[in-house]
């Protein structure tokens, strides 16, 4: 049994993911949200769909948000 890095929790159905190089260890797609998903920079919800990103890396969940911070050329996906 592995163990999930965020909750500790010890499960025989742990899964990695493989971001930027990294190999994480969770227990549920609830634990690695709060690990590696980003960060809207107006609202601070977590970005689980597609969010937007501004060409420095700055994250927002909606084009409303984005222009709320000044990125005016985001839109939204249609």
């Known amino acids: 049994m592995a163990m ?3 909750c500790g929790n010890e499960y025989r159905m742990t899964f990695e993911v493989r971001a930027a190089g990294a190999v994480h260890v969770f227990d549920s797609l609830e634990c690695a949200a709060q ?3 980003p960060i809207c920079e107006n609202c601070g919800c977590r970005i689980l769909g597609h969010g937007l990103e501004t060409e420095e ?3 927002f969940c909606c ?4 222009r709320t ?3 005016d050329q985001l839109v939204d996906h249609g």
Request: proline share 0%; charged share 20%.
């Open 4 to 6: 999930c890095e965020v």
């Open 69 to 71: 911070q000044g990125a």
């Open 63 to 66: 084009a409303h948000c984005a």
């Open 57 to 59: 890396g700055r994250f």
């Open 35 to 37: 690990r590696i998903a």
